[in-house]
């Protein structure tokens, strides 16, 4: 079982940056491909961003390309997504997740089967 807690989420300006951190525990991450995906009220879950925890290998949605960056701290067993040049409609609850990434596509909600709270960003014009 993977525990995962989310953090940084909160309210900025169009143009602003913020920070997220997730923080995994419970399970090494070799295996695992690690996700952010959002959701905004009236709307579907969707993918954001992942990263391949064993290769590094990065993936976006052509709406945050160039904005947001995925990384990861392994000896902290986190993930941070870093979001700059934010627009309203980024606007959404930001969730972490965890999925064996030999399961499935990175972009797909069912391969994921660990979730975190989620964390609130809200960006204001």
């Known amino acids: 079982q993977v525990q995962l807690v989310e953090s940084g989420g909160g309210l900025v300006q169009a143009g602003g940056s913020l920070r997220l951190s997730c923080a995994a525990s419970g399970r090494t991450l070799n295996r695992y491909v690690m996700g952010w995906f959002r959701q905004a009220p009236g709307n579907e879950r969707e993918f954001v961003t992942a990263?391949?925890?064993?290769?590094?290998?990065?993936y976006y949605a052509d709406s945050v390309k160039g904005r947001f960056t995925i990384s990861r701290d392994n000896a902290k067993n986190t993930v941070l997504l870093q979001l700059n040049i934010l627009k309203p409609e980024d606007t959404a609850v930001y969730y972490c997740?965890?999925?064996?990434?030999?399961?499935?596509?990175?972009?797909?909600?069912?391969?994921?089967?660990?979730w975190g709270q989620g964390t609130q960003v809200t960006v204001v014009s």
């Open positions: 997740a965890a999925g064996l990434w030999y399961t499935g596509a990175y972009y797909e909600k069912r391969t994921y089967v660990h």
């Open positions: 990263i391949n925890w064993s290769s590094g290998a990065t």
